[in-house]
Nanobody, 119 residues
Framework: QVQLVESGGGLVQPGGSLRLSCAAS????????MGWYRQAPGKERELVAR???????NIADSVKGRFTISRDIAKNTVYLQMNSLKPDDTAVYFC?????????????WGQGTQVTVSS
């Protein structure tokens, strides 16, 4: 089994910043990629940013230039630095990781952390 634990969400004013963290633990041999998705009320879940084990990143156009994704391989942790936040960024943010164990693979999801951008 694997677990993803997210932290760092909260309430922030427009123009502010937040940093999300997601730590993976459990039966991990290798993490191929980690990323963040978000889901706003009434909308589908969408990719925000993803990073591979080769540090190749994929950033959604809607957040490009404002959000940065990074990872600490030794800590099995991925970060999402969110700057210049807008009300449209309000959503539940979910961590995702594709993890290889010695026996199987996991497409793992965290439970989500709420990000609210409001004055």
């Amino acid at each position: 089994q694997v677990q993803l634990v997210e932290s760092g969400g909260g309430l922030v004013q427009p123009g502010g910043s937040l940093r999300l963290s997601c730590a993976a633990s459990g039966d991990i041999f290798r993490i191929n990629h980690m990323g963040w998705y978000r889901q706003a009320p009434g909308k589908e879940r969408e990719l925000v940013a993803r990073i591979t084990d080769d540090d190749i990143t994929n950033i959604a156009d809607s957040v490009k230039g404002r959000f940065t994704i990074s990872r600490d391989i030794a800590k099995n942790t991925v970060y999402l630095q969110m700057n210049s936040l807008k009300p449209d960024d309000t959503a539940v943010y979910f961590c995702n990781a594709f993890i290889q164990s010695y026996w199987t693979v996991y497409d793992a999801w965290g439970q989500g952390t709420q990000v609210t951008v409001s004055s």
